[in-house]
């Protein structure tokens, strides 16, 4: 039997854990090559952790070439250029060609999208934003905090809420609480509004009850950091002195140009088995746009994302030996909230139930906050 190469484009979340699923199922004498421009990974679930000063930006990091050891090919390199017809990947160090492809290149954060955001915003999803964040937390003496949603979609639905409530405990705890107003600007009508509106109201009364004024439906079309000021797409002028934000979000070009993208930039897939309209093509994690119920999309998640990766790559394994592949991802998932002063709360259920995503919010404590450290744990041993 001739030697079969399957190329994952993108080592984050998904790409990692299919890499490695991929590894361990194939022949020894299959090539199994992730693609990626950077060499570091990082875990973004605790880059709120690097905030608060709960973790330093090293105990969240790993080298992906460490998966060279156990077979991967790790290729650090740009990827240019996606060609279906020809099962072949141009990146800046080789073309590639493969048997199966699996594209999981993320969504990529393009702050240049929000006039004033690079300048006037600490961008908490970023590692070096984040710890900027938690600096200049540190320096506050009070004021007016802002937290910006810039633009919809965003990855992880719940991380700008937990900002919010983790800004809010750290500076009760630094005593600047009673000099400080903290408001949330979003152009959601509620939050984490794809889980519901029971689930939205229940976080929103919690960010009440710690005197957090969240303002739905409004959107920032730019900011001046010369003034500090958001300008609001009514054209309302609200001053803010600390500025914590979530850029807006973009589909790589790459996939754009691929020709297997919807207008988004983002790939439609068959949402049973995350195949793309082309032969051996799969794509999971943020890069994709899957439609449920009640119009909306799946949420841009690392939980779903690994999910996914665990059925493409257990699929590609039973294809490449000629047995039916026979995996499939059901729409569950779940996720942390973190709430400051060592608690949490979960939420999770079926995103894929008919009507409408079928989501639970578990009441919060401090049970949630610790199996949080474990999972971070748990996924920083097995996976990078
Ligand atoms: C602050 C924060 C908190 C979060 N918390 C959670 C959480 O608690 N739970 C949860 O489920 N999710 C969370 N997420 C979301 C989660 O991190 C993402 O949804 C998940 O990483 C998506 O996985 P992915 O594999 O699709 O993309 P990514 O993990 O983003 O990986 C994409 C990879 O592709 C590479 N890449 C992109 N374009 C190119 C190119 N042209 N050439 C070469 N390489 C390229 C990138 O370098 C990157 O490594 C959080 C995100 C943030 C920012």
Redesign the pocket.
């Known amino acids: 039997m001739t030697n079969r190469t399957v190329v994952v484009?993108?080592?984050?979340?998904?790409?990692m854990v299919a890499a490695r699923r991929l590894r361990r199922s194939l022949d020894a004498t299959d090539r199994v090559v992730l693609?990626?421009?950077?060499a570091t990974?990082r875990f973004?679930?605790s880059?709120?952790w690097v905030m608060t000063g709960a973790r330093r930006p090293e105990q969240i990091s790993t080298d992906r070439r460490r998966l060279r050891r156990s077979g991967i090919e790790v290729l650090e390199?740009?990827?240019l250029e996606i060609d279906p017809a020809h099962r072949k990947v141009k990146t800046s160090e080789a073309e590639l060609f493969y048997d199966s492809l699996v594209i999981?290149?993320?969504?990529?954060l393009a702050p240049d999208a929000l006039p004033g955001f690079a300048d006037a915003a600490h961008n908490?999803?970023t590692l070096e934003g984040?710890a900027a964040a938690g600096a200049a937390l540190n320096r506050f003496e009070g004021g007016r905090l802002a937290v910006v949603v810039s633009r919809l979609p965003y990855?992880?639905p719940?991380?700008p809420y937990e900002a919010a409530f983790l800004a809010e405990a750290l500076l009760r705890r630094r005593g600047a609480r009673d000099r400080t107003t903290i408001d949330i600007y979003t152009p959601e009508p509620y939050p984490m509004p794809t889980a519901g509106r029971v689930l939205g109201d229940a976080l929103a009364a919690m960010l009440a009850e710690r005197g957090i004024t969240l303002h739905p439906e409004r959107s920032v079309e730019r900011i001046d950091p010369t003034t500090r000021e958001l300008v609001l797409a009514d054209g309302e002028h609200v001053s803010y002195d600390l500025l914590l934000g979530v850029p807006p979000h973009r589909a790589?070009e790459?996939l754009r140009a691929s020709g297997l993208a919807a207008d988004s930039g983002f790939l439609p897939v068959e949402r049973d088995n995350l195949a793309t309209t082309a032969e051996g093509v799969f794509a999971?994690?943020?890069?994709t746009a899957i439609p449920i119920a009640g119009g909306k999309f799946l949420p841009?998640?690392?939980?779903?994302?690994e999910a996914e990766a665990e059925v493409v790559a257990t699929n590609i394994a039973a294809e490449l030996a000629g047995r039916s592949p026979t995996a499939r991802f059901d729409g569950k998932?779940a996720?942390?909230v973190e709430l400051g002063d060592g608690r949490a709360a979960f939420a999770g259920g079926d995103f894929y139930a008919a009507q409408a995503p079928k989501i639970r919010l578990r009441r919060p404590g401090r049970h949630w906050h610790l199996a949080k450290i474990a999972f971070e744990k748990y996924w920083m041993r097995r996976w990078p």
């Open positions: 484009l993108g080592g984050g979340t998904g790409g693609v990626d421009r950077s990974y973004a679930p880059f709120l390199a740009e990827v999981a290149l993320g969504a990529e908490i999803y984040a990855k992880c719940a991380a790589p790459v999971i994690g943020d890069a841009k998640a690392g939980v779903f994302a998932g996720c942390f």
